[in-house]
């Protein structure tokens, strides 16, 4: 997490430069739910999800493995972990939680 923070801050490189990696195109057809930018991604949240205050941007990546390191610019909230498990369902139980905190917290 300590990575991401610094990643997203501006530590690294200046923050318009973080901004410029934000050239989002869509790899899979839909129903995918990934926007791939220049070395980061971007989850697609359908407004459904959010209806009333909606999740604009969830970014980072997703490991092979289970890993995970996303970032919430409208929260500032960051999320880091591992699901220890290489199929879906630990991204999906993974997803449910970041989305039930973020919408809290907005």
Excluded: C
């Excluded at 971007?42 to 890993?67: A, M, N, V, Y």
């Amino acid at each position: 997490m300590i990575f991401l923070k610094a990643f997203f801050n501006g530590t690294f490189f200046p923050k318009e430069e973080v901004e410029s990696l934000k050239k989002w195109n869509l790899i899979l057809p839909p129903p995918s739910l990934f926007y791939y930018g220049i070395g980061i991604e971007k989850l697609f949240i359908p407004r459904i999800i959010s209806t009333f205050k909606p999740i604009t941007e969830i970014i980072g990546f997703w490991g092979q493995t289970g890993s995970f390191a996303w970032y919430n610019p409208d929260t500032n909230l960051y999320f880091t972990g591992t699901t220890n498990q290489i199929n879906g369902a630990g991204h999906s139980a993974v997803m449910k939680g970041i989305l039930k905190i973020i919408k809290a917290a907005l």
